[in-house]
């Protein structure tokens, strides 16, 4: 099956930053379903694919909590599509969502230490 | 529901669209890069993932989603409910009937027997009244210095006050726009604040001491009641402290009470009247405690923590003592004791109370009927369904899900039932607003109750609809597949099923036989009723009932000055065959008198006669001509009996009896000098009447004495009893009586601007009136034992009909085997009988036990009549084969190829 990498060797998105790397993708502008699995596909380097299965349901919720909003426009290439945009309450959101992040990363790298785990 | 629909569709089409661009946004790239447009496709939507599945989940993070299942639920109920009409209409119906006609008897008794007085602490006021060896005296209550010797020697109570009804006549009080009539009541000074009542403007009457008297400085003033003020003053806030007349007599107002209070219970039903108050003050009259002395009806409140039986002992050793105050042993024998009787309980008499409850105790059991019944229909259905819930199952449906589903269709049934049955409530308070009201004594308006409503359908439901949804519940415990492995849609009905459905048939059965035969005695009681001889013509007699405004009279004769002018210009009106006046036309309930004989002598005899209460009317010599009453012995007044001529009266058979004892010949007491009439003439005996009911329908003609009204004179003791306060006009008609009614109130019009005013009834009116209360309860419950032999006639057809649908296949088989059509008619008619003989049997038991509930109403009939019973049996076989008779021949008819064809 050319064109389609081995599911395996992607890495799952983590539990509960799927809604961080949805925010973070709009702040750089509205974007589609479509577009955001391309852009964080892309950001990654080719490593978090995000399932589309995960992706529309947390798109809905997210709308439903007011984050994000959506409206449909018409692409570039001539297609009518539903174009997410990030609200300011998403963008407050987002801030504490990073920080949360970060003191996540930190507190992980810590434990896990400077050296590459032995097999 | 239409925008809700189509606002979850336009959602859903766009979750669909937005998912289909995904798609073709990955399909454009993926040719961008160089695949062949199928592989894209293909790749896109393997890439993609199962669409149906992501579409389900996203759509579950809407908040909508239960809103939607609820919403779907409900168009399938509609749509389920809608499919079939006839038995959603009849469970509707029967609810509704069952519901609608409790509430509104419920309305009643909480109307009549629940709603708390609206005094301080209710609970501690009593009524006392005074009773002797021979029971209460029913003018009995109390004269002053008997309520001074209570209030001085017991502990137990707080206050007693007194209060004096004032022969519940009508005075006329000069309110802003001319003269109006009222009711008056005359209390005592503790009477208010000792019921915790304060007037809403103005200050009560002062008290002259602890013992209840009002001070003389306050001897003329008056309180008025919110309506009094309302109506007559124009709620006018300036009103106290100003003087009006009252009978000519000039009051100060000194109050306004608020509009809550109505005091005694019942004044404003006395004349339908606003009520205005006076003030006792004591007088001469009242140290002594002789029958001149007024007397008082009384009212006490007990201590706190004071038990009711401990302060009835009290009172009773302390009257046993105040008995030996009265000198004269017939008097002290009538005083001897005292009752207590709570005050809220006094109010309602023990008629009223049996009255009301038995008509609820109808309805209810109506309402069990419906509740039986609509059970027995849901059950029915239930099990026919019970493949649907199978299918339902087996495809994915959750068991939750498919319970929502019922609990949502009986929640519609329960819903459209309640409205249903409000209606009904509504229509049957209304239609019956009337007997209600006069029969027992409501003063409030008649209004469905909503919260008992409410109540009664979660009651109905949580019965009805648990009994019925059992089967479907037993679906969802057992697999599904043994259901639908069973086949045939026929498969139907186990046999333990058909028995519950069998029960509930029965059970209806023998409720419906308890209201019938109920409903059958007081039929034969109201036929019994209306042929009473009645010893007198109601036929075109038209009565007009006047209140005589006699202040207006003072010192002149009213005899030759108002009534003489009065009767002779009626009887010239045209139509009028004949005109009498009397104070009160038999079964009237304007203003009766009753006349106690006090023989003054002390033989055994006299002492007897002391008893006697008799009927006592002042009648005009014409009124033998108007009503046609029998004499029996002796003559009636005629022309020759005046003002100047020798004083008779006349009596008739009861009093004859009563006076004499049964075996004298009524003859005998022609001619005896009963009474004095006035100064100079002692009154004898010249005739006597044939009995006639004069009090009610019901009772046995009462002692009666007439005197002649032409006969009376202002120095006559009778002048002011008999001819001041109310008279009845009775016309005997050429045509139909109510015509002549505006005539004959221009007639008394001109007579008196007062008379205006007067009520005008005929005397078949007042006849069907005098029997109310067997006619409301008869009324009421052919409505309910209707409605209860109509469900349970559509329940027997229901079960049958269900029977033979459920049995084709069998039948089918028989009748290919041989069987006559004459047979297989002859098993489901047989399965009826079966059915109606069993709930007889236990009817028959059932109504015996309830109709003593009913003999309240009962007149001239047993209220364990054989022959209702027999007459109820009768109907219900009847119409109970006949509505098997359409199932019958539905199975008669099963066609066996077909049936056989089907397997």
């Known amino acids: 099956m050319p064109g389609t990498p081995p599911y395996k060797n992607k890495v799952e998105v983590l539990q509960g930053t799927l809604d961080m790397l949805i925010l973070q993708t709009l702040q750089w502008g509205p974007m589609h379903g479509y577009g955001m699995v391309q852009a964080i596909r892309l950001k990654s380097s080719e490593v978090l694919q995000i399932e589309t299965g995960s992706l529309y349901p947390a798109l809905h919720r997210l709308e439903r909590q007011r984050w994000v909003k959506s409206e449909w426009k018409i692409t570039d290439s001539k297609q009518r599509a539903k174009v997410y945009k990030i609200t300011a309450l998403g963008k407050e959101q987002l801030l504490s969502d990073h920080e949360r992040w970060q003191t996540m990363v930190r507190a992980i790298a810590a434990i896990m230490g400077p050296e590459k785990a032995q097999s | ?903």
């Open chain 2, 1 to 903: 529901m239409k925008w809700l629909a189509r606002r979850f569709e336009r959602r859903k089409q766009d979750l669909t669209e937005e998912l289909r661009t995904h798609i073709e946004m990955s399909v454009a790239d993926r040719i961008s890069r160089g695949e062949s447009p199928d592989d894209a496709r293909a790749g896109a939507q393997r890439e993609f993932g199962n669409i149906a599945v992501i579409q389900d989940v996203t759509h579950n993070k809407w908040s909508w989603t239960r809103l939607e299942r609820l919403h779907n639920d409900l168009r399938f109920a509609l749509r389920v409910l809608g499919r079939s009409r006839g038995f959603t209409l009849t469970v509707v119906l029967t609810l509704a009937i069952g519901v609608g006609a409790t509430c509104a008897m419920f309305t009643v008794v909480d109307r009549v027997l629940l709603r708390p007085l609206r005094f301080e602490d209710p609970a501690r006021l009593v009524a006392i009244t005074e009773l002797g060896k021979r029971g209460s005296d029913q003018s009995g209550n109390a004269v002053y210095q008997d309520i001074a010797q209570w209030q001085q020697r017991s502990r137990s109570f707080e206050a007693f006050s007194f209060y004096d009804e004032n022969n519940r006549r009508v005075w006329f009080l000069d309110g802003k726009n001319g003269t109006v009539h009222v009711s008056s009541a005359s209390i005592s000074a503790n009477l208010f604040p000792m019921l915790g009542l304060k007037p809403a403007l103005g200050r009560s009457f002062l008290p002259q001491d602890s013992g209840g008297s009002v001070k003389p400085a306050d001897a003329h003033a008056v309180i008025l009641s919110d309506a009094a003020w309302r109506e007559d003053f124009g709620a006018d806030p300036g009103v106290v402290g100003s003087v009006t007349h009252m009978n000519g007599e000039s009051l100060t107002i000194v109050a306004v009470m608020p509009r809550a209070v109505v005091f005694p219970y019942g004044s404003g039903d006395w004349n339908g009247l606003p009520v205005v108050w006076r003030p006792i003050v004591l007088g001469d009259a009242d140290l002594t405690r002789d029958h001149h002395a007024p007397h008082y009806w009384v009212l006490a409140r007990l201590r706190k923590q004071t038990s009711f039986i401990s302060a009835e002992t009290e009172l009773r050793t302390i009257q046993s003592d105040v008995a030996k105050a009265y000198t004269d042993p017939f008097d002290r024998d009538h005083v001897s004791s005292v009752a207590l009787e709570r005050y809220a309980h006094s109010l309602i008499g023990d008629k009223v109370r049996k009255a009301t409850l038995s008509l609820f105790g109808a309805s209810a059991l109506l309402w069990l009927i419906s509740c039986v019944n609509s059970a027995s229909l849901m059950f029915a259905r239930c099990t026919t369904r019970q493949r649907e819930f199978a299918v339902r199952g087996a495809l994915g449906a959750g068991r939750v899900r498919i319970l929502q589903q019922l609990l949502v269709e009986s929640a519609i049934l329960s819903v459209l039932s309640s409205i249903l049955g409000l209606v009904f409530a509504l229509a049957i308070l209304k239609f019956f607003e009337h007997g209600l009201v006069t029969q027992f004594n409501i003063h409030q308006t008649l209004r469905p109750d909503l919260s008992f409503m409410v109540t009664l359908m979660l009651l109905t439901v949580l019965g009805t609809f648990s009994v019925a949804l059992w089967p479907a519940f037993g679906v969802l415990r057992t697999r599904f597949e043994a259901e639908l492995r069973q086949g045939s849609p026929q498969a139907g009905m186990s046999r333990s099923q058909r028995r519950i459905g069998i029960a509930l048939v029965i059970a209806q059965i023998s409720l419906s036989i308890t209201l019938l035969v109920g409903c059958g005695l007081l039929l034969r009681t109201i036929y019994a009723l209306r042929h009473v001889d009645l010893g007198f013509r109601t036929e075109h007699v038209l009565v007009a009932s006047m209140t005589i405004p006699s202040y207006r009279f003072g010192g002149r004769d009213m005899t030759d000055d108002f009534y003489q002018p009065l009767i002779d210009r009626v009887k010239r009106s045209p139509g009028v065959e004949s005109a009498s006046l009397m104070t009160e036309v038999p079964l009237g309930h304007t203003f009766s008198m009753i006349f106690t004989m006090r023989p003054s002598g002390h033989s055994d005899i006299d002492l007897q006669r002391r008893e006697m209460k008799t009927q006592f009317r002042a009648v005009g010599p014409e009124m033998q001509q108007v009503f046609g009453f029998r004499m029996l012995r002796g003559r009636f007044f005629n022309q020759g009996d005046t003002a100047t001529s020798p004083a008779v009266v006349v009596v008739n058979r009861a009093f004859v009896k009563a006076y004499f004892g049964d075996d004298r010949d009524p003859s005998a007491i022609l001619g005896e000098s009963l009474i004095g009439f006035d100064k100079k003439r002692r009154s004898t005996v010249v005739g006597v009447l044939d009995d006639e009911r004069q009090v009610s329908v019901a009772e046995p003609s009462q002692p009666e004495m007439e005197i002649s009204i032409p006969q009376i004179t202002p120095d006559s003791m009778f002048y002011k009893a008999a001819e001041g306060v109310g008279m009845d006009v009775a016309v005997r008609t050429s045509n139909e009586p109510s015509q002549l009614i505006p005539e004959l109130r221009n007639v008394l019009r001109a007579s008196s601007p007062d008379l205006a005013a007067s009520t005008f009834t005929t005397m078949d009116e007042v006849v069907e009136e005098s029997f109310g209360s067997q006619k409301l309860a008869a009324d009421l419950l052919e409505i309910f034992a209707g409605s209860a032999l109509l469900l349970t006639l559509a329940g027997i057809y229901g079960v049958l009909a269900y029977f033979v649908a459920q049995r084709q296949r069998e039948l089918g088989i028989r009748i290919a085997l041989g069987a006559q059509q004459s047979h297989i008619r002859g098993l489901i008619i047989k399965q009826a009988c079966w059915m109606l003989g069993t709930g007889l049997v236990f009817g028959i038991g059932l109504a015996y036990l309830s109709s003593r509930w009913l003999k309240v109403f009962l007149y001239d009939v047993k209220a364990s009549d054989p022959w209702t019973g027999v007459a109820v049996a009768i109907l219900l076989f009847a119409g109970g084969i006949a509505a098997s008779l359409v199932p019958a021949r539905r199975a008669a008819s099963v066609n066996p190829v077909e049936m056989i064809r089907t397997e």
